[in-house]
């Protein structure tokens, strides 16, 4: 009995697992690469870690970056491991609707998204003041009992603040008491007081019905407010001299007012919305 087709079969039967071999090598090269989920939320000036893999093994990775519906901007390299892994940590500098993605040998990763959320210096913002003390000092770099802030309001009468919100913010903070350049002018009875709210409501009123907060000569004293994405915010202050003389001036600012928020820059406040009362548009 001759063995030559059992042979003949044999190798055939070898060839076909070499192609299948051969086959499979390319289509495993040519697949996506991997991006992990980020969190839902991250904050500005801190880092996300990007991580995933690629097929193939070592090779070049590029991370790319979009904001809101924008375009994408590579935003790191990174080289593979040899067994495809790969993972960079990328710095977060902007607020608002942030999307990342992986690009190697041509093909793209599912694209993972995260809302950032950054703190807005309000001095810099859109914003209308009134009162009488609303305008004196603009956007002031102020000293309180010896501490600077570069940037604050600064009013020496009752002064008021109004900031679209839009919606987009969580968090509003800002830090009050007398300024050092009134020292010779304030007594230690005397109190700054500051009344502040968020609502959905505009409504460009100096009668803010808050809590007041009072602050007294001395430290600087960090002030909260949660405005749960509120779309509006109103703020009063000024201060109260039980023994005020005429003529006496005393400087009570809000210092480093700012606001923890999703989005890179706050929305415009329509002067027409402020009806008849004397307002004027700040940037």
């Known amino acids: 009995m001759s063995r030559t087709p059992r042979i003949l079969v044999l ?31 991250l ?12 097929p193939g093994g070592k090779q070049t990775v590029k991370l790319q970056r979009r904001y809101g519906a924008g375009g994408w901007s590579t935003v790191a390299k990174v080289v593979s491991k ?19 993605r992986a690009v190697a040998g041509g093909k793209k990763s599912t694209v993972r998204r995260t809302t950032v959320w950054a703190w807005l210096d309000l001095t810099t913002q859109p914003n209308i003041a009134f009162g009488p003390g609303s305008g004196s000092l603009e956007n002031y770099s102020v000293t309180i009992n010896g501490r600077k802030f570069a940037r604050a309001w ?21 830090w009050t008491g007398f300024s050092d350049l009134s020292r010779n002018t304030y007594s230690s009875d005397d109190r700054q007081v500051l009344q502040w709210q968020a609502s959905n409501t505009f409504n460009p009123s100096t009668d803010i ?29 000024a201060w109260e001299d039980p023994s005020w003389s005429e003529g006496a001036l ?13 989005t890179p820059r706050l929305p415009e406040l329509d002067l027409a919305t402020v009806a008849a009362a004397p307002a004027r548009m700040l940037r």
């Open 43 to 54: 904050t500005a000036g801190k880092k996300v870690t990007l991580k995933g893999t690629v």
């Open 11 to 41: 190798t055939l039967a070898a060839l076909a697992l070499l192609a299948g071999a051969l086959v499979a090598a390319p289509a495993q090269a040519a697949g996506k690469p991997t991006l992990k989920p980020v969190p839902a939320e």
């Open 209 to 237: 019905d808050a809590p007041e907060q009072r602050t007294a000569p001395g430290p600087a004293v960090r002030r909260a407010l949660s405005v749960g994405g509120a779309k509006y915010l109103s703020m009063g202050w």
């Open 250 to 262: 005393i400087l009570a600012p809000l210092a480093a007012p700012r606001a923890l928020c999703k």
């Open 154 to 174: 600064v009013g020496s009468e009752a002064s008021f603040r109004f900031v679209h919100l839009g919606g987009q913010c969580k968090t509003v903070e800002a």
């Open 82 to 100: 040899n067994d495809g892994s790969y993972k960079k940590k990328v710095a977060l500098t902007q607020a608002g609707p942030t999307s990342f």
